[in-house]
């Protein structure tokens, strides 16, 4: 196995020649005869990235190496692993055990699949204790975790401060806000969007159309009128995502059974929990896609279109609405797709819900890491103002430099750079032109605003393009900011973040819940409402047999006990 995961392992740190005339003219890093106030050690940190390629970023220009080890004394580096599964390389990889100075994963919360092979590994003493780590003299950023009310609660109880590990913390978890339900500047409105010019032509105003049933009946009015793309051919009226084919709750939220959480389980009338394969909405939905996909007006690829296909459908107006896209996606900067709205929840609810806080991946440290904390004292360094800077900003006088207020200013030959050739942009190698090496360690205690004056990079000297035109444009027509302070904040624990307290390393019912999702897809693509129905009842027993039930009253009994569970 370790001979198996050393092979896959792909180092790309040291060198990337940097072709824009911009760079080549950027002063060269200069040796210090002095140590920098940051100095942590001389010595090399390797990470080893468990997602994806995109994600784990893991080619970092020299000129930015040059200036961590400047400031820090630090060599760092990046591996990733060649693998189309995240979760299998993680699991591979802990198995293997040969791991470098510290890990990092996804862990958008304690019900990602992640979680069970991360606590096992944690309790068999695969993992340095953070918490003492956290606890030294000198940190700015991840001191903070310790301090009561900072965490969200199911970081704080599921994730790094288990009852059972008695204090200590083998998961480090990331994308934590430094303020709780925080507006954003710039906020990313998704959900289903319409063709404009077919809103207008019918006559469909924004948030009035509230079930699957008058969904589908405009998307049978959009096929009767016979609308057309950009090459003249017949759209679809309903499109995937603009990032491909996918599950998504917005075509048919009402038969979703789920709250914001997205998982699968949700009250009844009664007040009981239930699993969706036991609620009456699942076939519903089923024989709704039958119907969509008989009638055409859903693309037999709706699931399964690739994400280059989706974006030309989207740009081509190849769909009359489209299942998921945000505000501030370039296709629709000319404003050609507007939102339509979100449909009702299953329990007839459709106000916006915003998580107090909430978080994104994690890391730990492998007990075989030596001077453990000089890895800690490195990620608060990354996790700083100054190292964010050199993430987000990259190098002053190269990609910015500081105003009188201390805060950056982008170079507008930077932002044009980016605006006309992104793929050369990139090679500066900062968060701003979308690489995200600082990711991994850096990205928590989030508040740009505080930290840079300007909620995203450049926006402070970028004249307004139509993409931002648009978003600004989209927040006014949903009327965002009364949304907003309308909300309700939850703050609690998921159904899904019991699964390892409940059954602990055996994960069968984590692995029944994830065929669950794969046999949905199979009931969408069955041929009949029967041959949907046999998938159901063959997956409902699957479910039982491996624990649902006992599962749910291990919930309600926890509610009971004073937990609060979120939907």
């Known amino acids: 196995m370790k001979n198996i995961l050393k092979k896959a ?14 760079l080549t003219q950027a002063p060269a890093v200069l040796a210090q005869e002095t140590e920098s106030e940051n100095f942590i050690a001389d010595r090399t940190i390797t990470g080893l990235i468990f997602q994806s390629a995109g994600d784990a970023s893991v080619e970092i220009p020299q000129e930015i190496l040059d200036e961590i080890k400047r400031q820090t004394g630090v060599t760092f580096e990046l591996q990733t692993v060649t693998s189309d599964d995240s979760i299998t390389a993680l699991a591979a990889g802990l198995a293997a055990g040969d791991l470098p100075d510290f890990i990092a994963y996804y862990l958008n919360d304690s019900g990602r699949p992640e979680m069970q092979f991360l606590l096992k590994a944690a309790n068999e003493g695969q993992f340095h204790d953070l918490t003492p780590l956290m606890q030294q003299e000198g940190l700015e950023v991840y001191n903070k975790y310790l301090e009561e009310g900072y965490l969200p609660v ?7 401060f288990r009852n059972e590990w008695g204090g200590a913390s083998y998961l480090m978890h ?9 507006k954003p500047v710039n906020p990313q409105i998704g959900g289903l969007y319409i063709r404009s010019d077919i809103a207008e032509d019918l006559g469909v105003e924004y948030d009035e159309i509230n079930t699957s049933e008058e969904l589908h009946a405009l998307g049978q009015e959009i096929q009767a009128a016979g609308y057309t793309d950009d090459n003249g051919v017949p759209v679809t ?7 491909g084919g996918s599950e998504r709750p917005w075509l048919y939220q009402d038969l979703m059974w789920t709250g914001s959480t997205g998982e699968p389980f949700m009250e009844d ?3 009981n929990i239930l699993h969706e394969a036991q609620s009456p909405v699942l076939m519903e939905r089923v024989n709704q896609v039958h119907k969509y996909m008989a009638e055409g007006l ?3 690829e709706y699931y399964t279109m690739n994400e280059t296909r989706a974006q030309e459908g989207v740009i081509n107006g190849s769909f009359g609405i489209v299942t998921d896209i945000h505000s501030y996606r370039p296709e629709i900067s000319d404003l050609s797709y507007i939102p339509l709205g979100d449909l009702q929840r299953a329990d007839g609810t459709d106000d916006m819900v915003v998580s107090y806080k909430s978080g994104y991946a994690g890391w730990s440290i492998p007990s075989t890491t030596e001077n453990p904390e000089e890895v800690m004292q490195f990620a608060d360094w990354m996790a700083s103002r100054e190292g964010k800077l050199l993430y987000f900003y990259g190098i002053e006088g190269r990609d910015y430099e500081l105003d009188e207020n201390g805060n950056p200013q982008v170079f507008p030959e930077v932002v044009e750079e980016f605006d006309t050739n992104p793929e050369l942009a990139k090679l500066r190698g900062f968060r701003g032109v979308r690489s ?9 205690d989030m508040d740009n605003m505080a930290d840079f004056g300007e909620a995203n990079w450049g926006d402070n000297v970028r004249a307004e393009d139509e993409t931002d035109i648009a978003g600004k444009q989209i927040e006014e027509l949903v009327n965002y900011d009364e949304q907003f302070e309308n909300a309700r904040v939850e703050d609690g624990l998921s159904v899904q973040s019991y699964l390892f307290e409940f059954e602990g390393d055996e994960g069968t019912l984590a692995t029944a819940l994830a065929r669950y999702q794969e046999d949905v897809l199979r009931m969408y693509y069955a041929g009949s409402t029967e041959g949907a129905q046999q998938i159901l009842d063959e997956t409902l027993s699957n479910l039982e047999a491996a624990g649902l039930n006992e599962f749910i009253d291990f919930v309600e009994q ?8 979120r939907f």
Do not use: C
């Not at 990331?174 to 925080?182: F, H, K, L, N, V």
């Not at 995200?436 to 928590?444: D, N, R, S, V």
């Open 174 to 182: 990331m994308a934590i806000q430094r303020e709780g339900a925080q």
């Open 436 to 444: 995200f090496w600082g990711e991994h360690l850096g990205y928590t």
């Open 269 to 271: 009338e009664e007040g």
């Open 237 to 243: 009226p309903f499109g995937p995502t603009v990032w």
């Open 298 to 300: 859903m693309t037999q």
């Open 154 to 160: 199911d970081t704080q109880e599921n994730i790094m």
């Open 9 to 22: 392992l792909v180092t790309l740190t040291a060198s990337m020649t940097l072709v824009s005339p911009l």
């Open 558 to 565: 926890k509610r009971a006990d004073g937990d609060v569970v």
